[in-house]
């Protein structure tokens, strides 16, 4: 099963030599990680992405970034409580 993940963009890297080398340092719920934006060239710091893979594919509105790293916890939660049944 593949699984992409919603991201906020925390700061850009541009290759100086190579505009298609841009990378994103991207925050998964407090975890960092540096990915991919060729395939999102338009993303700005503090947009959030759908991340696959090591490659940003696509923007997303805040709104539904949060409704989605929500439905993840309550995933979470759910998994603990059955877990101590």
């Keep these: ?5 919603p991201a906020k963009i925390i700061s850009i890297i541009k290759h100086e030599n190579n505009d ?3 990378m994103g340092v991207v925050d998964f719920s407090g975890i960092t990680k540096a990915v991919s934006l060729a395939f999102v060239p338009e993303a700005k ?3 959030y992405v759908i991340v696959h893979a090591g ?4 923007i997303l509105d805040q709104a539904e970034a949060q409704e989605t ?3 993840f916890v309550e995933l979470n ?7 101590l049944s």
């Design 55 to 58: 490659f940003a594919l696509s």
């Design 69 to 71: 790293l929500n439905a």
């Design 20 to 22: 298609m080398l841009v």
């Design 45 to 47: 710091e503090n947009d």
């Design 77 to 83: 939660d759910f998994e603990r409580i059955n877990e």
């Design 1 to 5: 099963m593949c699984l992409a993940l």
